[in-house]
Nanobody, 124 residues
């Protein structure tokens, strides 16, 4: 499985961005997909995850109510809509795939495949 994330950029505080992550492979629809982020000098942290059907989602408290994760299995793509962005959201954002069917986890080590990351910068 190869993951390609895009959609990052520079935005002012209060603005919005939508990240996309396109996956190769026919089994994408079986995977839980997650978004993580890593700011300079900090550990990689969980942002959001969505199960294979989109029926279950989970968010970090820091983004709940502002970010929305979704997926389109027909397009092998997962999205992260980010609204009301804050300077503390500045980070490299990574998408990841957990190949364990039906599981949703916030632990980075349990995701088997990772995209290359896309930079999000929020100015104050």
């Amino acid at each position: 499985v190869q993951l390609q994330a895009c959609g990052g950029g520079l935005v002012q505080a209060g603005g919005s961005l939508r990240l996309s992550c396109a996956a190769s492979g026919r089994t994408f629809s079986r995977y839980t997909m997650g978004w993580f982020r890593q700011a300079p000098g900090k550990e990689r942290e969980f942002v959001a995850a969505i199960t294979w059907s989109g029926g279950s989602t989970y968010y970090a408290d820091s983004v709940k109510g502002r970010f929305t994760i979704s997926r389109d299995n027909a397009k092998n793509t997962v999205y992260l809509q980010m609204n009301s962005l804050k300077p503390e959201d500045t980070a490299v954002y990574y998408c990841a795939a957990d190949v364990r069917w039906g599981v949703i986890t916030t632990t980075a080590n349990e995701y088997a495949y990772w995209g290359q990351g896309t930079q999000v910068t929020v100015s104050s």
